[in-house]
C-alpha cells in the first residue's frame, strides 16, 4: 500500500498537506515546522509506542528523527518528527485527528500484517513557477 503527503502550506509552526492511500484521498496533514520529516520515501512498520502505550504506524529510518509516527493531534505543538491527520484543517490546526487517525491505522495495519507492505512518499511544496 502506498501512502503519499503532497505538501501544500508552510507557517512558521506547521507544515500542512494532503495524504492519499492507493491514489485516494484520505486526509488533512500537519507536521511541525521545526521537526518536519525530510521528503523522501519512508517503510511504514507497527511498533509499541512509549508516548501513546499501543501499536502505532512508524517510518522507517527518517534522519534525525528516532520515532516518527502518524498520529492524531490538533496543533504543531503535537507533533515532533510526526505526521497528524484529520478531517478539516486550517492554518496551524486540524480537526477530527482521532476519528480520521481510526479509520486510517486498520488500513495500514491490515496491509502490513497481510505481507502487501506499507510505505509513504513525502513530497515537498511544490516550487513557484
Known amino acids: 500500500?502506498?501512502?503519499?503527503?503532497?505538501?501544500?502550506?508552510?507557517?512558521?509552526?506547521?507544515?500542512?498537506g494532503e495524504l492519499t492511500i492507493n491514489g485516494t484521498w484520505a486526509a488533512w496533514t500537519m507536521e511541525n515546522t521545526q521537526y518536519a520529516i525530510p521528503a523522501g520515501t519512508y517503510k511504514i512498520t507497527l511498533w509499541e509506542s512509549q508516548k501513546f502505550n499501543r501499536i502505532m504506524?512508524?517510518?522507517?529510518?527518517?534522519?534525525?528523527?528516532p520515532y516518527p509516527?502518524?498520529?492524531?493531534?490538533?496543533?504543531?505543538s503535537n507533533?515532533?518528527?510526526?505526521?497528524?491527520?484529520?478531517t478539516m484543517h486550517s492554518e496551524d490546526r486540524l480537526w477530527n485527528t482521532k476519528e480520521k487517525w481510526d479509520e486510517i491505522f486498520p488500513l495500514i495495519e491490515a496491509a502490513i500484517k497481510s505481507g502487501e507492505g506499507c510505505d509513504i512518499q513525502i513530497i515537498d511544496i511544490p516550487a513557484a513557477l
Do not use: A
Not at 500500500?1 to 500542512?16: A, E, Y
Open 57 to 65: 504506524p512508524l517510518l522507517n529510518d527518517v534522519s534525525g528523527c
Open 79 to 86: 507533533y515532533e518528527g510526526c505526521i497528524g491527520v484529520g
Open 1 to 16: 500500500m502506498r501512502l503519499v503527503l503532497q505538501r501544500q502550506t508552510k507557517t512558521p509552526s506547521s507544515i500542512g
Open 69 to 76: 509516527e502518524i498520529h492524531w493531534g490538533s496543533y504543531p
